[in-house]
């Protein structure tokens, strides 16, 4: 892998993957600047054959002068080698990027633009759904009296820097903001629908000082060691690779800081009357978001991934959110919106039986009875745990 840098934007080939990645801000005064570069990828790429990938995600900015020498330089590859093609992997993070770089393919059809988050993730489409906000709503209702009281024994207080990363709806990141009072609050997320609401919710209760901000998490522009706590709830399981939005908290995190995470174990859901029906189906729910490879049993296994990152000092406890912690119909609302995403659209897509989504329906159905039942008991567990980035 060679690498070159230059004060505002870097250059990297990596052969494996015949991958040449190039980010931050590429503005020459003078073509001659980039000799160097160019020369770097002509020679890379000598050797190789079939598809050759141009990672273009962080690539935030780029004046004419570095478009006209970067375009004539893949059109120049295109023409001249037969047996290369080139791919452009560019991202909506960065609005101008599909649309300049889609430019090239008419001068050769051999460039290709690929959208990198346009149907990234297999369960994308699932909670980026402006459904999907009525479930995040009612959860955090739920979590945040307990969590209230767990965050400052894994080094949550008052005046740090904190990125609460895979915001959601950013109602986390408002609790935070009024139990904490942070110095500086970042609240990052993919779902345009979720920010436009945490956005509303924000200027409509005059909530100042919260900076919500559209982003991949596996792939962040946010630059290193920024912050003292970095949060990302219930989302490790949603992500398929769960280990690139880790790597990416680690890195944003501050040496000493800590990165804290929570994550569920739906088939430990649980509730009496009626346990065996409600069991079978979360049972169920677990292969069903499996099939869209999404991790809902990922809340245990929090541990080994935190450590695996090279986090020190993992602290990890569980709590479960239950019936008797408020109103009882608070929890038969989380129930009925999982119901209605999980039967309703997930079931749908992966082709489910009308038989298979009758009984899928009534496990929940009896979780709900098992909750409003004045002698039930229904639980839903998480798990928190968090790590230190080393000094
Ligand atoms: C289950 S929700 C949890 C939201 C919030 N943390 C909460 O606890 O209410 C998962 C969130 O992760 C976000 N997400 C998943 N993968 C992401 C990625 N690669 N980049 C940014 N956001 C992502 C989704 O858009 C969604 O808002």
């Known amino acids: 892998m060679s690498r070159q840098s230059q004060p505002s934007f870097s250059f990297r080939f990596d052969e494996n993957n015949q991958e040449l990645s190039i980010s931050g801000s590429m503005r020459p005064q003078y073509a001659e600047e980039l000799d160097s570069c160019v020369k770097m990828v002509e020679t890379a790429v000598a050797g ?24 004539g330089l893949l059109v ?16 909506s993070v960065v609005g101008w990027s599909t649309r300049k770089f889609g430019a090239l393919r008419e001068r050769n059809a051999k460039i290709n633009v690929e959208k990198y988050d346009n149907d990234f993730y297999p369960g994308q489409s699932f909670v980026e759904n402006s459904d999907f906000i009525h479930v995040l709503r009612t959860q955090t209702k739920m979590t945040w009296r307990h969590e209230k009281s767990i965050l400052p024994r894994h080094g949550m207080r008052p005046g740090l820097n904190i990125a609460d990363i895979c915001c959601g709806i950013g109602d986390f990141a408002v609790l935070l903001q009024k139990e904490f009072q942070p110095a500086r609050l970042v609240a990052l997320d993919h779902s345009r629908s979720s920010l436009a609401y945490a956005r509303k919710v924000a200027s409509d209760f005059g909530i100042n000082g919260i900076e919500y901000i559209y982003g991949d998490a596996s792939d962040m522009l946010l630059e290193d060691n920024q912050f003292d706590f970095v949060t990302c709830r219930h989302s490790l399981q949603v992500f398929d690779r769960p280990e690139l939005i880790l790597k990416e908290l680690f890195r944003i995190c501050k040496p000493g800081g800590r990165v804290y995470v929570t994550n569920e174990k739906n088939s430990h859901c649980l509730g009496e009357p009626r346990g065996e029906t409600i069991q079978w189906t979360y049972n169920e729910v677990a292969k069903l978001w499996h099939h869209f490879k999404m991790d809902i049993e990922c809340g245990p296994k929090s541990r080994r991934l935190l450590m695996d ?3 020190d000092d993992v602290q990890m406890e569980s709590f479960m959110v239950t019936n008797m912690d408020g109103d009882p119909q608070d929890f038969a609302d989380i129930i009925e919106s999982w119901k209605n995403l999980f039967a309703g659209d997930m079931a749908n897509q992966r082709g489910d039986s009308p038989e298979f989504i009758e009984r899928f329906k009534r496990g929940f159905d009896d979780h709900i009875f098992a909750a409003l039942h004045p002698k039930g008991y229904a639980g839903w567990p998480i798990w928190v745990a968090s790590g230190r980035k080393p000094l």
Do not use: Q, W
């Open 48 to 71: 190789m054959r079939g598809t050759i990938y141009v990672n273009v995600k962080r690539l935030v900015r780029l004046n004419n002068l570095a478009f006209h020498v970067l375009g």
């Open 76 to 91: 120049r590859l295109c023409d001249e080698r037969p047996d290369l093609r080139i791919t452009v992997v560019t991202s």
């Open 309 to 311: 990152t090279g986090f």
